[in-house]
């Protein structure tokens, strides 16, 4: 019998996860998602720890330099950002789908997406060579597009999707990045970042939200629905495509 589990925070540091544990009374899990390995072993542990799954918040990612190769061969901003936590998540369905009043997954994406553009035939624009923001932003595009792939494939187990740009947060998110650093680091840092906790707000204003089918496949600025997205986010071939083609890279199939 798994032991119930009210909250479970992951992360790399493994310093940071122990404050947020004080703080929430959380367990703790690290993984790092340039890891394929540490994904599957971190869904693994989740499984062992729980018996069901009300909440999924997709939180992690960044920015990196596209030229970089992650451990398995991927370029960073798409397995970061995107490909370890379509694995994760796919990794968890059961546990999902197990969840008595239906469980929600939220993808963090951003404003970003609308730099991004999506190739089937290049996913990590490798072929392309593309540049760092149009890396990032493609991989946000993504998640909104693996949330309306959720809406729609697993509407028949209870599980809402839906993807949220927090706004700007002042983390360190973007420390991999010159142009998001330098950005963070200037005068116009007072221009537009918000705090970590305001940032906070659309996900636990989602999370409280639960499985509710209002939500199913929507990207929220913010608070506000239906946000400033790209046409693509709306191409089913793409969100069809996608799915499929991350499956065949993670070996789902």
Not at 7 to 27: E, M
Request: with cysteine; aromatic share 6%; hydrophobic share 40%.
């Amino acid at each position: 019998m798994n032991a119930h589990v009210d909250l479970i925070v992951v992360g790399r540091s493994t310093t940071k996860l122990a404050a947020v544990a004080d703080q929430t009374g959380a367990a703790v899990l690290s993984a790092d998602f340039c890891v394929l390995d540490d994904v599957r072993r971190l869904a693994a542990d989740i499984v062992e720890r729980t018996d069901s799954i009300d909440v999924l918040l997709n939180n992690a990612g960044g920015t990196f330099h596209p030229g970089d190769r992650t451990a398995d061969g991927f370029e960073p901003n798409f397995q970061v950002n995107h490909l370890a936590g379509y694995l994760l998540t796919n990794l968890l369905h059961g546990r999902l789908a197990a969840a008595s009043a239906g469980a929600l997954v939220v993808n963090t994406s951003s404003i970003g997406n609308l730099w991004g553009r999506v190739d089937l035939t290049d996913l990590d624009g490798r072929r392309r060579q593309i540049g760092q923001p149009r890396a990032y932003g493609s991989s946000k595009l993504m998640n909104i597009l693996f949330a309306r792939g959720i809406a729609q494939r697993w509407a028949g187990d209870a599980i809402v999707a839906a993807a949220v740009h927090p706004g700007a947060v002042a983390t360190s998110f973007g420390r991999d990045s010159k142009w998001v650093d330098l950005a963070y680091r200037s005068p116009l840092r007072h221009l537009g970042p918000i705090t970590p906790e305001k940032g906070a707000q659309p996900l636990i204003a989602l999370a409280r939200r639960g499985a509710d089918p209002v939500v199913n496949g929507v990207y929220f600025h913010r608070n506000r629905p239906n946000g400033p997205q790209s046409r693509q986010t709306r191409n089913q071939r793409l969100v069809d495509g996608l799915w499929e083609e991350s499956s065949e890279l993670v070996g789902l199939r």
